[in-house]
Nanobody, 115 residues
Framework: QVQLVESGGGLVQPGASLRLSCAASGSIFSSRAMGWYRQAPGKSREWVAHITTGEITNYVDSVKGRFTISRDVAKNTVYLQMNSLKPEDTAVYYC?????????WGQGTQVTVSS
């Protein structure tokens, strides 16, 4: 059974930084691309970034230059470094495999950007 546990969210002011972590159990982490997704209030969940097993990364245009995705294979963990946060980044952030999410979603971690 695969488990995904996200952490690191919080309430921050515009311009601040946060680092999200996602610990993945099971064998999926080392063999699949991993992605970060987010769901803002009243909106559908959207893809934010992903990283392949070969460390190739890609981002949605709205976060390019501000967010950085990385992975630590030894720790089965994927990270999302978020800099220069904006109010429109407010959402619940989730991780999962990319491009096809695997199994159940984790509980997510809330990121709120507000002055």
């Amino acid at each position: 059974q695969v488990q995904l546990v996200e952490s690191g969210g919080g309430l921050v002011q515009p311009g601040a930084s946060l680092r999200l972590s996602c610990a993945a159990s099971g064998s999926i982490f080392s063999s699949r691309a991993m992605g970060w997704y987010r769901q803002a209030p009243g909106k559908s969940r959207e893809w934010v970034a992903h990283i392949t097993t070969g460390e190739i990364t890609n981002y949605v245009d709205s976060v390019k230059g501000r967010f950085t995705i990385s992975r630590d294979v030894a720790k089965n963990t994927v990270y999302l470094q978020m800099n220069s946060l904006k109010p429109e980044d407010t959402a619940v952030y989730y991780c999962n495999t990319f491009p096809v999410p695997y199994g159940a979603w984790g509980q997510g971690t809330q990121v709120t950007v507000s002055s």
